[in-house]
């Protein structure tokens, strides 16, 4: 059976925002049947050497699919498309539309909105280097916001692994003051959190991780 590697437990601020929510969605709206091995990263289980043999790195999530093993939430939701054959379209045109909006995910919109985050995080809310990650981060929201009028998905009109990949980094984890200008931002982001699939993910996550 596939085997996810995930949280059990983890610090409060990152509970419920997790990048291991993004495979257990893609799983759960594939219908796909898997098991979770929780690990406690305040009690440094992610540095441990059994951990470092599945994930150089030390990052969740990680899969060991029958022996092959996938690190990088990117990468396992591409894998696990392709695997089940759903979640991606069949023809090249459509998947390359889906790759395209992946990689805007965890690249064009994903670094400056965590960049910003972390910056904010530890001090440096105010200083010159968070008004010009706030400037990044808006310059591409503002692109995203224009792409996406008059649309239900980010990549096609079916909702692919891709709108998984952007639906999270837009969630809990984004300064919801980023986003209040957006209307299509925010109404994409909803409809996609309406999804029963992230429901039963983020209840069943909640339920099973405690908050350190």
Known sequence: MLRIYGFARVNKGAHGNTRDLRVLWALEEMGLPYEIVGLDHPNHDLDSPSYRAVNPFGQIPAIDDDGVVVTESGAIL?????????LMPLDLAGEAQ??????????????PVLSLWFVDLNGGKGTKPSEALHDWADMRLKQLDGWLAGRQFIATDDFTVADILMAHVLGGGTDPALLQPYANILAYRARCNERPAWKRTLDAYCKRVEAA
């Open 78 to 86: 591409l894998y696990l498309a392709r695997k089940s054959g759903k």
């Open 98 to 111: 889906v790759l395209r909006w992946s990689m805007a995910a965890l690249n064009t919109i994903e670094a």
